[in-house]
């Protein structure tokens, strides 16, 4: 998989374990071809009639490199994939794409549990890995929403709820730019607004939380646990699914929080970024707690990946950079993750050594730094 005049040192150190620090479940059930289709890339729609989502980045990747882990030929066509998926089941499929990815620690965010889809227990046990959770922190306060009877006891019971569920977890996410964006008020809100806010929130708690106020103490509420149990917390930023208004996902905007957050040493994490990975980079050179990753991003533009890699690490020290695979529901995109994180980093750093730039001791070193080493370092792994 990797180029033939890759200096032995690099290319160990590329095929080494990978800690994948954010991924979610994917699907224990065998899948018909349209939901298959659903789970390739993030519009969650199925393709316009007469064509098929298979016919995007992602979906040739799937046939090229997933297609040989199924016993296939490369770039088979996708009904004979699918077919082949049928005949071994979705336990051995998931079993041989998670254990071939050669990941050796999931980090799952739990946030989208379901029936369908691997716990991070089972997660490990298909992958042969060991797995961790990254609990989710808009998915603690829905909960909380709909049992509170009060204010006072939505604001008690949520500040407890995250203590309990941080204390078996690696790290916290957050996904407000979602919810309201990522230029929002950096400020810890005051009690009296919160109080009238969650007012408001518990007349009908159903719906999903979009209030600022709300969004900005929750925040506040995971950094005080974040802080007090040293644990990292991760952003989503940059490309997402039709829910997401990407123009306020620009990890820039959040410049005023994260120089908040300075002081507390608290790691933020700033996940997937794309297109603003440049942006990320820079935050992650400037401020000496931001991490970046383009997990997602390198599954979705696939061929395209090995130049975002680069981009990356044009500028942001090599040293805040981590690796995964944002698969959710698919087990190739755990492995397409993986592939395309080990060709991308054998290119640019095979160009980096080739040139002189570097020594193939230090690629070595940056490929295992952002591969494993970073994550466990910043997870206490
Ligand atoms: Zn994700």
New binding site residues.
Partial sequence: MLPVDLPDAVRDALLAPLVDH???GVRRDDLSRAQFELLIGESRTPAPPGTTHFDTPLGAAIRRWCAPVLDLEPHVAPAVYLGRRQELGAGEVNRRLLQDSGVVAFLV?TGLEAPDLLSAAEMGRHGGAAADEIVRIEQIEQDIAESAAVAVDYMDSLGEELVARAARAVGLKSIIAYRCGLDFDPSRPSRGSVIAAANRRLSDPRERLVDPILLRHLLWTAVDVARDRALPIQF?TGYGDADLDLSRADPAQMTGFIRALQPLGIPVVL??CYPFHRQAAYLASVFPHVYVDV??TLTHTAAGSARILDELLELAPFHKQLFSS?C?GLAEGCHLGAVYFRLGMAGALGRRVESGEWSAADAARVAHMAGSGNARRVYRL
Wanted: charged share 20%; net charge negative; glycine share 10%.
């Fill in positions: 954010h991924c979610h965010d989503h996940l997937h997990g997602l944002d959710y």
